[in-house]
């Protein structure tokens, strides 16, 4: 079993900055791939940034420049570093990873950029 635990999120002006954790536990060794998405009210939910096995990063193009994604030496914890946060940035932001061709979500932790 996986676990992904997600933590970070809250309230910010724009322009502002947030750093999310995902601490993830269970049969984490053959980890796919490992990153965030978000759902916004309303929306589907999409991509923000993810971690290949084989290497490499991926962005959304809308973060690109604003959101770092990286991950700590044990591999068991990803951050997204949030910079220059905009209105339209407020979602609910999730973890994820596929793990062996199975998918494991986060709970989702709340991030709102309003004035």
């Known amino acids: 079993q996986v676990q992904l635990v997600e933590s970070g999120g809250g309230l910010v002006q724009p322009g502002g900055s947030l750093r999310l954790s995902c601490a993830a536990s269970?049969?984490?060794?053959?980890?796919?791939?490992i990153g965030w998405y978000r759902q916004a009210p309303g929306s589907q939910r999409e991509l923000v940034a993810s971690?290949?096995?084989?290497?490499?990063?991926n962005y959304a193009d809308y973060v690109k420049g604003r959101f770092t994604i990286s991950r700590d030496n044990a591999r068991t914890t990803v951050y997204l570093q949030m910079n220059s946060l905009k209105p339209e940035d407020t979602a609910v932001y999730y973890c994820?990873?596929?793990?062996?061709?199975?998918?494991?979500w986060g709970q989702g932790t709340q991030v709102t950029v309003s004035s």
């Open positions: 994820h990873a596929r793990i062996s061709l199975a998918n494991y």
């Open positions: 971690i290949p096995a084989g290497g490499g990063i």
């Open positions: 269970g049969s984490i060794f053959a980890v796919d791939v």
